[in-house]
């Protein structure tokens, strides 16, 4: 179901950054009584082409990037994830209710196949999408959504049981304390410096941008909008190739994107890693000088390659 | 609620704790299966001096139907650690799902987890060894009451990797001063379940053997 179709976004709090620019509309999709927060760049008689964003980021951090796609002739529509960005704080995450959610979006546009395009853990899903939707994809490009195991190759097996043993401890321990938990408020320079540790190629002043547009700023100061309750890490059975196991049977054109600059959000793939998965045909490129975040380091660059492959 | 049910608070969920029976000693934590809830009054074949307590996940019982689904087995972990945070140290009886969680907070928290026993019941086998087929499953329309239907059809397809279970078992001897800090009772045995049987630290036999020497240890 779609509501609110409601044309631009109050302005009126976001900062400014070169090239950025807000989406052009805005709606909510129910996704089983979620509310997803959906976003649109470009003409929407032009054909639909969908973006899934990274974990911990959220659909405005394509601000400038996308703009680039629809400056090419496409009608980019992305959505928050839940608990991100705008969307619904729900009772429980998954991999699948992420899947659904996404699902959901793609059922509220025109039936014919479309792109797929997803960011890091967005590039898994719409990976995913793709096995699930098959009939809906005309072509999948992933940015450095292409998970390894590689993060832990030189790690032994004991110390490897220790970490995740570590780990799951870590985890309930969170569990424990989110009863009305909520994010730290901070100045716009405090939330940035703070997202910056987990960003730290990204431009200070990028950064200060996206607090404008993925924070709230209330009498006490700035919080992000992301689920206060969401954690980085987590146990659980997943493993990298269960992911990569996807890639070899899809049958639209493919073009994975790796950025060669290893750092703390990515997955730390080499290319040998993807390139025995890539189905027959698939377009392959390693960008050096690049970290995880390719489509905000090198937005021209990569909006680019992503242009010249669908057309 | 009853008066012998109490609520606890899991994030965004209300839990229902209930109290089939008091006792001295260690309390017995009731785990029921997969689109189960717990029982009225304490099973006729079970003997335990301690009380006995019966948890509802998520989703199920009298516990919160969240909005929306995305169940996996471990966030029910979560639920369990919820009551461990209230009462403390527990022996743990699961049927089914509650045996797969079972196994996991044994393994999360062994110092507060005083003996699981695994016996048969829905949700004991999971959704196998590695993912299915692709699929976006969603539930028939209709009203939302407990059993939440996307708790039947997540949890239902939920990956039991031998291997990833087998880690599991592995804590929870590592972590517990028991010798047999697991017990499998149940007779259907889905590949984790043969994974963990062989386990040193996992003995095997029935329900009231299992329950006898937890109720014995300390």
């Known amino acids: 179901m779609v509501t609110d179709l409601s044309p631009g976004i109050d302005a009126q709090t976001a900062g400014s950054f070169p090239g950025a620019r807000r989406p052009d509309r805005r709606r909510t999709v129910d996704a089983a009584g979620i509310d997803i927060s959906v976003v649109e760049w470009g003409d929407i008689d032009h054909p639909a082409l969908v973006m899934a964003h990274g974990g911990f980021d959220f659909a405005e951090t394509l601000n400038v990037f996308a703009p680039k796609l629809a400056a090419g002739g496409w009608r980019v529509v992305s959505w928050d994830q839940r608990g991100h960005g705008d969307s619904a704080h729900a009772h429980l995450y998954s991999w699948e209710a992420d899947q659904r959610d996404a699902a959901a979006v793609i059922a509220t546009l025109p039936p014919t196949p479309m792109p797929f395009v997803g960011h890091s853990k967005g590039g898994s899903l719409v990976m995913h999408l793709a096995n699930a939707l098959p009939h809906r994809i005309s072509a999948l490009v992933n940015l450095d959504g292409l998970p390894s195991g590689r993060a832990m190759t030189?790690?032994?097996?004991?110390e490897r049981t220790r970490m995740l043993r570590r780990e799951m401890s870590a985890w309930l321990d969170h569990r424990r304390t989110l009863v009305g938990k909520q994010r730290k408020p901070g100045t716009i320079e405090e939330l940035a410096e703070r997202r910056g540790r987990m960003n730290p190629r990204l431009d200070p002043k990028w950064l200060q941008y996206l607090v404008t547009v993925g924070a709230t700023e209330l009498p006490d100061g700035w919080r992000w909008k992301i689920d206060p309750t969401l954690r980085m890490g987590g146990f659980g059975p997943w493993r990298p190739e269960w992911s990569m196991l996807r890639l070899p049977g899809i049958g639209a054109p493919v073009m994975g994107i790796l950025g060669m600059d290893l750092e703390l959000m990515g997955w730390g793939t080499r290319p040998e890693d993807v390139v025995p998965y890539l189905p027959p045909g698939a377009r392959f490129e390693a960008l050096n000088g690049v970290g995880h975040f390719v489509h905000i380091e090198q937005p021209r660059m990569v909006a680019d390659l992503v242009l010249e492959f669908l057309s | 609620m009853t008066e012998r049910t109490s609520v606890l608070r899991h994030n965004r969920v209300d839990l229902a704790l209930h109290r089939l029976s008091e006792g001295e000693g260690r309390p017995l934590l009731l785990l029921h299966g997969l689109g189960e809830c717990t029982p009225e009054t304490v099973p006729d074949f079970l003997t335990w001096s301690g009380p006995v307590l019966g948890l509802d996940f998520t989703?199920?019982?009298?516990?919160?139907?969240?909005?929306?689904?995305?169940y996996t087995s471990e966030i029910l972990v979560g639920d369990?650690?919820?009551?461990?945070?209230?009462?403390?140290?527990?022996?743990?009886?699961?049927?089914?799902?509650?045996?797969?969680?079972?196994?996991?907070?044994?393994?999360?928290?062994?110092?507060?987890?005083?003996?699981?026993?695994?016996?048969?019941?829905?949700?004991?086998?999971?959704?196998?060894?590695?993912?299915?087929?692709?699929?976006?499953?969603?539930?028939?329309?209709?009203?939302?009451?407990?059993?939440?239907?996307?708790?039947?059809?997540?949890?239902?397809?939920?990956?039991?990797?031998?291997?990833?279970?087998?880690?599991?078992?592995?804590?929870?001897?590592?972590?517990?001063?028991?010798?047999?800090?697991?017990?499998?009772?149940?007779?259907?045995?889905?590949?984790?379940?043969?994974?963990?049987?062989?386990?040193?630290?996992?003995g095997r036999g029935s329900i009231s053997q299992g329950l006898l020497r937890y109720a014995a240890a300390d």
Request: net charge negative.
């Open chain 1, 154 to 158: 030189d790690v032994s097996e004991h």
């Open chain 2, 80 to 202: 369990v650690d919820a009551v461990l945070t209230e009462v403390g140290a527990v022996t743990i009886l699961g049927r089914g799902l509650g045996a797969y969680v079972g196994l996991l907070i044994a393994a999360a928290r062994p110092e507060l987890v005083r003996g699981v026993v695994l016996t048969d019941g829905p949700g004991l086998v999971g959704g196998g060894v590695h993912p299915g087929s692709p699929l976006l499953p969603y539930p028939a329309p209709g009203p939302v009451v407990p059993p939440d239907p996307f708790a039947l059809l997540e949890l239902s397809r939920d990956v039991r990797p031998p291997d990833y279970a087998q880690n599991y078992a592995r804590y929870a001897v590592e972590g517990s001063n028991l010798d047999e800090p697991l017990w499998v009772s149940t007779v259907v045995r889905p590949e984790w379940v043969v994974a963990i049987s062989d386990e040193p630290g996992v």
């Open chain 2, 59 to 70: 989703g199920h019982g009298r516990s919160t139907v969240p909005v929306g689904g995305g």
